[in-house]
């Protein structure tokens, strides 16, 4: 997302005391166990280091990212708290973390040797956490490799190049509970911690549950929480409800212009929606370069005033027409248009796109950039709605 107003106007405001809430909610599930909120893709595009603050001051005491750059750009503003990162190539230099003091996810033989080696040339201990592949197979230790792996790692952390922190691992099937998946690869989890035991490798904690399985599968917990999606308020599993989660995200711009046509006029490019009566139609300047995908044109609404308004025709590169009716359902040019939201004010919800692109709201959220700027409502008791902007987050 840009930083300076281009004029276009569209903002992604976030509610940091949403966040709060969110994080508070996943506290109570967590029981004895610790909490890594996610922060990953600059926390789900809700803006890494707010919601980094936030979330440790709301109890968690761990962040996770994927990329050692993220990692290390939290660590340099500022952010002391444990960070775990987790998807590298084997040529990745990991000096830098290790001198960052960034916990280093590792997922094959020739990645820990690489860390080893960063850890030797710069004098200091990797802290390393171990991800293995349980049945996700993506990142993590593939079983034919975890032996030699084992090995390697009790060498490095007999020379103290390298201090064990965790074992972890990552579910395929966690929004579906009851999942035979699910139990079989906490099995595996398991299996793989009484190994490296049984080879001397102990680490201090082991973790599994993302959010889906945070909210749904306590038996799963182990030592540690990692949620994502739960934090920003989207519930992981959205057929069992929202588990009291607080969407943190609202999406909205101005109505840039506001115009009178007559019956028989067709809308937009290809001109594939025709007005059945004379209407009022709404321009909004945000289009899909700027996340509202294209292929919802016809197929959202936006609500203004708390009224929700249909797009019509087609969503262009830097704009979208509503049908605003009639009578022009009382709208003015400048009034305040919501894409989606907390739902608190009728607005359409992050899954109701979700569900008209046959997608999930990961991507949604995600998928919000171009001219959008972003705002935080703050965490802390203030005065109703006062929005404070702060550009040098608003431009990471
Ligand atoms: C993204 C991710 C998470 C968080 O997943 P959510 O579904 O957003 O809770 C946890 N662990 C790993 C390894 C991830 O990649």
């Known amino acids: 997302m840009s930083g300076p107003d281009t004029g276009a106007g569209s903002t992604a405001t976030i509610d940091l005391g949403a966040i709060a809430h969110n994080v508070r909610v996943l506290r109570e599930h967590a029981g004895d166990a610790a909490t890594m909120v996610v922060v990953k893709a600059d926390a789900y595009n809700h803006g890494a280091l707010a919601v980094a603050r936030t979330a440790l001051a709301a109890g968690a005491t761990e962040l996770g990212v994927t990329t050692v750059g993220e990692a290390i750009a939290l660590r340099q503003a500022g952010i002391t708290a444990p960070i775990l990162s987790w998807l590298h190539r084997s040529d990745t230099d990991f000096a830098p973390a290790i001198t960052e003091g960034i916990e280093i996810g590792v997922s094959s033989k020739a990645q820990l040797a690489a860390v080893a080696a960063a850890a030797v040339r ?216 919501v894409l989606f939201g907390s739902g608190v004010d009728g607005e359409p919800l992050a899954q109701e796109w979700a569900d008209s692109l046959d997608t999930i709201h990961y991507e949604v959220v995600t998928g919000i950039g171009g001219r959008t700027r972003r705002a935080y409502i703050p965490a802390v008791e203030h005065p109703a709605g006062t929005v404070l902007q702060t550009p040098e987050e608003a431009s990471t």
């Not at 007559?262 to 945000?286: C, E, F, K, N």
């Not at 708390?306 to 400048?334: I, K």
Request: charged share 20%; glycine share 10%.
């Open 122 to 337: 710069t004098h200091r201990t990797a802290v390393v956490t171990l991800k293995i592949d349980t049945g996700l197979n993506r990142n993590g230790v593939a079983s034919d490799e975890f032996g030699d792996v084992l090995a390697l790692l009790g060498r490095t952390i007999a020379d103290e190049s390298v201090r064990l922190r965790a074992v972890f691992s990552h579910l395929a099937c966690a929004d579906v509970p009851d999942h035979p998946a699910n139990d079989r690869q906490a099995k595996v989890l398991q299996d793989s911690v009484a190994s490296a035991a049984s080879a001397g490798v102990r680490p201090e904690i082991v973790h599994l549950a993302n959010s889906a399985a945070a909210l749904t599968r306590h038996d799963l917990r182990f030592d540690m929480i990692r949620p994502g999606i739960a934090a920003y308020g989207l519930s992981p599993i959205p057929e069992l409800g929202q588990f009291g989660l607080k969407p943190a995200m609202t999406v909205s711009a101005y109505v840039a212009l506001v115009k009178r046509v007559s019956a028989g006029q067709s809308v937009s490019y290809g001109h594939t929606w025709t007005t059945p009566r004379d209407t009022v139609l709404g321009l909004i300047p945000m289009g899909y370069a700027d996340g509202v995908t294209r292929s919802l044109s016809g197929r959202f609404d936006v609500a203004i005033g708390g009224r929700r308004f249909p797009s019509v025709g087609r969503v262009c590169m830097d704009q979208f027409v509503v049908d605003l009716g009639p009578d022009g359902g009382g709208v003015q040019e400048g009034d305040t248009a």
